[in-house]
């Protein structure tokens, strides 16, 4: 049964054993009697005659006593007590899942080996959660063994952004209880100390790192051209490689230097005949910056065909013109937005509606403007627009009223019940207003679009961050086939392949930089490349090694020790020493009498 000593003070107790020794050192003052006859003096004990002084030790009964006194009272005051063969210490220890611990992975099983001893503290048994801080990732061990959750750490692969732990060390806690243990380990020393009595390890120190940062493309005649940049995070000058990879090979490596905490740009035509290439830089201690997969985006067009007559088909034209990703449609029953002036009922495509009105001059529209708060109308400002009066389209009770002027609805926004089709339809002429001059009309037909693009079924291709949230409109309903998410190498042959239900709205991207198709039934509805552009995670000057623990609890040793049953024979034994002591004290100072003297 393991024994452990809770208060040290007793240790000052041990003090009065030296104490004892000293006082045996002393010797009493002779005491002058008179007799007749010098033969009693052989049987005197030898005194001091020159009073208390430090003479030889006595070896006597009452010195042991004495001291065996001092040491059961010393036992008595470092409060023994016994560890419970069946206590358990229950133990969280969440992680960082900030993609920079990466770089740190390697001091994990170390601190953790040192940790848990610390943290099992009095108890002979443990029980130990391994966790993330992003709350929404599964727990990585949950168990009794120090070498099984090692082993589920070395499977354990942080890539997410900068993630704060409060919800995660709450849930710790209560995992824990009040009596447990809770410890987060991260690679930077926190400015305040980790809330629910979390004690802190940040096993960081500053790393030297250059990567890719974000790319963009333009064109140039029949060619597109990316522009990736690449930085150094460290505070002394780096130079790095670079080089071009396809499926069919890789262009010749090509060097660079950057200055302290700089930025540079690298430019280059993106590959005929290929749809994916990527850049990578030589490699250093985070990995994930140093790739930087590619595609050229082709975002969903938006087919528009128009119904206006000769007079306002220029409304039509300008928006061709200037909105991107529209294109005329290259049939009537091929477009999704039809910009009409007659139809006011979204059946099969969406409409936006510019009623005329054939009427002469009429006077101006009189009472405030008012916007109703809408995603579409957010922001935007209204009061200088001047509507005359004109015939009026009478909107419906469903219908989601955008703009008011008096008891007037200017504009609103139908959708069809059944379809879901949707119509924004300006309930005035906006041939006879100023309405082609208010950027707040212009930016309120651009939002409209741009919300029908969004909710189209169709593919696109586009670059995503790793991990990033993504808004993918499918097919849904009972008959709707599952979502696939397949992760392509750059030649196109598949790593991994995972069924999403249609139900779920968490959809994202890998965590790992790549490229990945997200199709339902035989249609892709989106081709990415996934690239790591979290600068806050790769800049590693920050770093650094503390340790902070938790404020100590005397409930948890209560919990998993006993205290000394035994105490009540201490203390009589202790008694017993000292009544001894003094017995064989009185009794020794007789016999060293002669018999007449007495």
Request: with cysteine; charged share 20%.
């Amino acid at each position: 049964m393991n024994l452990i000593l809770t208060n040290f003070h007793g240790f000052w107790a041990l003090l009065g054993i030296p104490a004892v020794i000293l006082i045996h050192f002393l010797q009493r003052r002779a005491k002058v009697e008179t007799v007749s006859t010098l033969f009693l003096l052989k049987q005197t004990q030898r005194e001091s005659t020159s009073g208390r002084r430090f003479d030889r030790l006595v070896n006597s009964v009452p010195l042991w006593l004495q001291i065996l006194a001092v040491l059961l009272a010393t036992w008595l005051l470092l409060q023994p007590r016994y560890v419970k063969a069946k206590s358990t210490q229950r133990i969280a220890i969440v992680l960082d899942s900030s993609a920079s611990m990466r770089v740190f992975k390697d001091k994990l099983p170390e601190t953790i080996q040192r940790e848990i001893p610390r943290l099992q503290g009095n108890a002979a048994n443990i029980e130990v959660w391994l966790m993330e801080s992003d709350p929404s990732k599964a727990k990585i061990y949950q168990g009794n063994s120090t070498e099984d959750l090692l082993t589920a750490l070395a499977d354990w692969s942080p890539s997410a952004g900068a993630t704060e732990p409060t919800n995660t060390l709450r849930v710790a806690r209560s995992l824990v209880g009040s009596e447990g243990a809770v410890s987060y380990i991260t690679d930077s020393p926190l400015a305040n100390h980790a809330p629910y009595n979390s004690s802190t390890i940040a096993i960081g120190e500053p790393t030297d790192n250059c990567g890719f940062t974000g790319v963009t493309f333009e064109s140039d005649g029949p060619n597109v051209i990316w522009k990736a940049i690449v930085r150094n995070y460290s505070s002394t000058e780096q130079t790095c490689t670079w080089k071009l990879e396809t499926a069919t090979g890789a262009s010749s490596s090509r060097e660079i230097t950057l200055k302290a905490e700089s930025l540079t740009t690298l430019q280059g035509a993106f590959p005929k005949d290929h749809t994916r290439c990527r850049l990578v830089l030589s490699a250093d201690a985070f990995d994930l910056d140093d790739t930087l997969p590619m595609v050229v985006p082709s975002p969903k067009p938006l087919f528009v065909t128009s119904t206006l007559p000769k007079e306002t088909v220029f409304l039509s034209d300008r928006m061709l013109a200037s909105f991107p990703n529209l294109k005329p449609a290259p049939e009537f029953a091929a477009a999704d937005l039809i910009v009409t002036s007659t139809e006011t009922t979204p059946t099969t495509q969406h409409l936006m509606v510019f009623p005329q009105d054939k009427a002469s001059s009429r006077p101006y529209l009189t009472g405030n403007i008012v916007a109703t708060k809408h995603p579409l109308t957010e922001g935007l400002n209204w009061q200088t627009l001047l509507v005359r009066e004109s015939y009026s389209i009478p909107h419906a009770a469903d219908d989601e009223v955008l703009l008011w002027q008096g008891n007037r609805a200017l504009i609103y926004l139908r959708t069809h019940p059944n379809s879901r089709k949707k119509a924004l339809i300006f309930n005035f002429d906006i041939s006879r207003s100023n309405g082609m001059k208010q950027p707040a009309l212009a930016v309120l037909m651009l939002r409209y679009c741009e919300l029908l693009q969004r909710e189209k079924v169709a593919p696109e291709t586009r670059l995503t961050e790793t991990g990033e949230p993504l808004q993918i409109t499918h097919h849904t309903g009972a008959d709707a086939a599952p979502l696939v998410q397949n992760i392509i190498t750059l030649a196109g042959e598949s790593l991994e392949a995972r069924e999403i239900p249609t139900s779920r709205n968490d959809l994202s991207a890998p965590e790992q930089p790549g490229f990945f198709i997200l199709s339902q039934g035989d249609q892709a509805l989106l081709t990415s490349a996934t690239y790591f552009a979290d600068t806050r995670e790769a800049d590693f000057s920050d770093c650094a090694t503390e340790e902070s623990p938790a404020s100590s609890m005397a409930s948890a040793v209560d919990h998993h020790t006993r205290d000394d049953h035994l105490w009540r024979i201490w203390v009589c034994m202790i008694l017993a020493a000292v009544f001894g002591a003094w017995w064989f004290t009185k009794s020794g100072r007789k016999e060293s009498l002669p018999e007449t003297a007495r």
